[in-house]
């Protein structure tokens, strides 16, 4: 394991990451199968090999686990009390975990796990790099996890429907008292709610995190990017007022984060004289807002946002960024992203109806009856009962007033 091997797993797609560690960590930790349960914007668990390890297996581990290092022995993984050798790595909070599924139990040294240990702990710091710069590409990538955690539910549901079935085989044994058909029953009522919220509660915490912790560390990283430059860092801390405990998915969290730390550093690069710089961060309703006040010349251009590839990040989430700057006074970045999805405009239903269909509707709308209809458009009364089915047939809608709903909420009942 060297610097080339570190290098070749981080050139290569988030997909094939793990293929990539287990090919570089094999010849001096031989496996036949490796796990991983990490801060990944691709999918926080990826396992690659025939043993079907699942997310509660590891979660289940770090109790035994040190803060940062690695940890050697025997783990029931699928079922199977197995060797393992886990890689922790501190570099994210909390702590990426690297499982090795090995065959035998042969202690392996200090000087191949180190080595094996520093290549996590630079793998993880690059996960951690793209899901905190959270670049449209990467989040992308996040929203498909959406569909791996489906995977993930299903999987659960398998597990519990064989819990349920294991549940009704006791209650349904004639051979077994009621007292003992009570007591399993309990107990393998008991543990299938534990492992539920367990997996439950690691999904979350993978996908989810208060604001008030985001932010902080949002402010940590600051103090970084100002560390050793003479600008006074004012954080405006969220309290319960501002939403601080509000639950926001975390490529939200990350894209504000991202976005605001590009902000600080236009405003640092592309100006002079800022002594002071104040970032706020609330929920305002249902969209995440946080704010970057300088004391500069106020001379904060939109083009130093777009050079930064601000637009590009904040257009995925639906987000929006606004530059507020007074020659003199300073300049105020305000960004916003929503904390759902973006809601798709509704589609006009009557743009299925044909240009007398809209006529007979609007006259539908307006309380006429179908005689006095065929009298103002100089048609037969059954013309006009044919083209009402018609338009309740396009429309799904089961009667006249359903359909006139429609027509003034759209403005066809004019």
């Known amino acids: 394991m060297d610097l080339l091997a570190a290098a070749d797993v981080i050139r290569a797609p988030l997909s094939e990451t793990l293929s990539r560690l287990s090919a570089a960590i094999a010849g001096a930790i031989p496996h ?36 940062r290092g690695a940890w050697q022995g025997r ?3 699928a079922g199977n009390d197995v060797p393992v050798v886990v890689l922790v790595s501190d570099v994210s909070v909390p702590s990426a975990l690297l499982v090795l599924l090995r065959a035998d139990d042969t202690p392996v040294t200090d000087e191949v796990l180190a080595p094996a240990v520093a290549l996590w702990d630079l793998v993880t710091a690059h996960m951690e790099g793209l899901r ?14 959406a569909a791996a955690r489906a995977v993930a539910i299903s999987d659960l549901g398998d597990a519990y429907g064989a819990s349920l079935t294991a549940l009704l085989g006791v209650l349904r044994d004639h051979g077994v008292d009621d007292a003992v058909a009570r007591s399993r029953s309990v107990d393998l009522a008991v543990t299938a709610l534990v492992e539920l919220r367990s997996r439950a509660d690691l999904d979350r915490a993978q996908t989810e995190e208060r604001a008030g912790e985001a932010f902080e560390r949002l402010a940590e990283s600051l103090r970084r990017v100002l560390r050793g430059r003479d ?39 592309d100006q002079g004289g800022v002594g002071r710089v104040h970032i706020g961060w609330k929920i305002v309703g249902a ?9 500069g010349p106020g001379t904060l251009s939109c083009g130093s946002l777009d050079r930064r590839r601000v637009p590009e990040r904040l257009g995925p989430l639906g987000g929006k960024v606004e530059v507020d700057a007074v020659p003199g ?12 999805p973006r809601e798709s405009p509704r589609e006009d239903p009557l743009t299925v109806l044909g240009a007398r269909e809209l006529e007979v509707l609007g006259r539908v709308a307006r309380g006429r009856r179908n005689r006095d209809i065929a009298g103002e458009l100089h048609i037969s ?26 027509a003034h909420e759209w403005g066809a009942a004019r």
């Open 32 to 67: 036949h199968a490796i796990a991983e349960l990490s801060n990944c914007s691709f999918a926080p668990f990826k396992l690659r090999g025939e043993t079907p390890v699942t997310i509660t297996d590891i979660a289940a581990l770090r109790p035994l686990l040190p803060g």
């Open 75 to 77: 783990a029931a993984m």
């Open 132 to 145: 905190n710069e959270a670049v449209p590409a990467t989040l992308a990538v996040s929203r498909a996890a």
């Open 231 to 269: 600008v006074r860092l004012d954080l405006g801390t969220p309290g319960a007022e501002e939403g601080a405990d509000r639950i926001v998915p975390t490529e939200i969290s990350a894209t504000a984060a991202a976005v605001v730390r590009s902000a600080v550093h236009a405003m640092l690069d």
């Open 287 to 295: 969209v995440l807002r946080a704010t970057v006040r300088d004391d």
């Open 329 to 340: 006074w300073g300049a105020t970045v305000t960004i916003e992203v929503p904390l759902g």
């Open 381 to 406: 009364e059954s013309t006009v009962k044919f083209h009402v089915a018609k338009i309740l047939e396009k429309l799904g809608v089961g009667s006249r007033g359903e359909a006139a709903a429609l």
